[in-house]
């Protein structure tokens, strides 16, 4: 049997009349939709343009030029360059109960009142990862 779907507002998601293809009710909901979407597009460019830059300083300060620094000296470095304590994209739970807070593949430990690059295992083999956080 041939059932014809009821359409809603892709805004307020009241029924629709009228045009099969209509998408809103009126010019009110198509606006009101296309302000949200744009303030969810421009919400995730940002968080994404932060990871981004969190990444690159990262891997910065993981490189031979910033070896000499302490602990509080990377932490000092990465927020006068701008790095976004609040943003990563996910936790490692290592072996030795510690964590890195990662940013895609590069990541950092806190270690007392600075942070320590993380170093990926398979470049350094004294830090092992474990496959789920300690209890
Ligand atoms: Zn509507």
């Known amino acids: 049997m041939f059932r014809i779907k009821a359409q809603k507002c892709k805004a307020c998601g009241d029924p629709l009349q009228g045009r099969s293809d209509k998408l809103f ?40 030029m910033h ?3 302490t602990s509080l000296d ?11 304590f609040n943003f990563h994209t996910h936790i490692l739970h290592l072996s ?15 270690d007392g009142n600075g942070i320590v690059p993380w ?3 398979m470049n350094n083999p004294k830090i092992l990862l474990s496959a789920r956080p300690p209890l």
């Not at 296309?34 to 891997?59: C, F, M, P, W, Y």
Request: aromatic share 10%; with cysteine.
């Open 67 to 69: 070896r000499q620094f």
């Open 25 to 64: 009710c009126d010019d009110r909901c198509r606006v009101q939709h296309h302000r949200s979407s744009n303030e969810l597009h421009a919400l995730r460019t940002g968080v994404d343009q932060i990871l981004r830059k969190n990444r690159a300083l990262l891997a910065n300060v993981r490189s031979k």
């Open 119 to 121: 170093q990926n295992p």
């Open 96 to 110: 030795d109960g510690r964590m890195a807070f990662m940013c895609y593949e590069e990541g950092y430990m806190l």
């Open 74 to 84: 990377c932490a000092y470095w990465l927020r006068r360059k701008g790095f976004d």
